[in-house]
T-cell receptor
Framework: DAMVIQNPRYQVTQFGKPVTLSCSQT?????MYWYQQKSSQAPKLLFH???????NEADTPDNFQSRRPNTSFCFLDIRSPGLGDAAMYLC??????????????FGSGTRLTVV | GQNIDQPTEMTATEGAIVQINCTYQ??????LFWYQQHAGEAPTFLSY????GLEEKGRFSSFLSRSKGYSYLLLKELQMKDSASYLC???????????????FGGGTRVLVKP
């Protein structure tokens, strides 16, 4: 009954080689988020989709892109990964602007290693 | 801007009580969350406060004072499995552009000793 699924759980990529991380959800939530979390740091929001509308955070590098082809799926593309992009990438969903009594729903995360 | 502060690390003994404080200064406020995160795993939801006061849920309780920009998470009857990081997160503005954006504090690593 997994609700927010991230694949793969662990990803190793080469320096400069494009990589895509995926997130899918069965909750029919209309908002999806991508967070980057480096070791011992707080999760940092990269961008989010409100329905089909893309909202980028001001300090998110251009190297990071996202696609949301439908309600259920959202992808994080890193065009040219650098060593500093090694982190845990968390996908989360929420429903509209309503009450967050039950909080976000996070996926299990993808841990990205850049070699 | 958004600023959320919590202690970096705390140590407590099994069976004891630990209180993790969080202070925040944010543009807009629509609720405060506490999450538990074990090493290498995703955060899991613990509690949500939007009104002043104490919310109790089993061994975990969370308190909020909006006027003081202050919250705490209280962990009672500590167990070894409670060793984890605890993240305070605030939902600021809520609109279509912001979604339900959460800003996280740096997390408090709690170490429970036998």
């Amino acid at each position: 009954d997994a609700m927010v699924i991230q694949n793969p759980r662990y990803q190793v990529t080469q320096f400069g080689k494009p990589v895509t991380l995926s997130c899918s959800q069965t909750l029919n939530h209309n908002v999806m988020y991508w967070y980057q979390q480096k070791s011992s740091q707080a999760p940092k929001l990269l961008f989010h989709y409100y329905d089909k509308d893309f909202n980028n955070e001001a300090d998110t590098p251009d190297n990071f892109q996202s696609r949301r082809p439908n309600t259920s799926f959202c992808f994080l593309d890193i065009r040219s990964p650098g060593l500093g992009d090694a982190a845990m990438y968390l996908c989360a969903t929420s429903r509209d602007q309503g009450s967050l009594t039950y909080g976000y729903t996070f996926g299990s995360g993808t841990r990205l290693t850049v070699v | 801007g958004q600023n959320i502060d919590q202690p970096t690390e705390m140590t407590a003994t099994e069976g004891a009580i630990v209180q993790i404080n969080c202070t925040y200064q944010t543009s807009g406020f629509n609720g405060l969350f506490w999450y538990q995160q074990h090493a290498g795993e995703a955060p899991t939801f613990l509690s949500y406060n939007v009104l002043d006061g104490l919310e109790e849920k089993g061994r975990f309780s969370s308190f909020l004072s909006r006027s003081k920009g202050y919250s705490y998470l209280l962990l009672k009857e500590l167990q070894m499995k409670d060793s984890a990081s605890y993240l305070c997160a605030v939902e600021g503005q809520r609109n279509k552009a912001a979604g339900n954006k959460l800003t996280f504090g740096g997390g408090t690593r709690v170490l429970v000793k036998p």
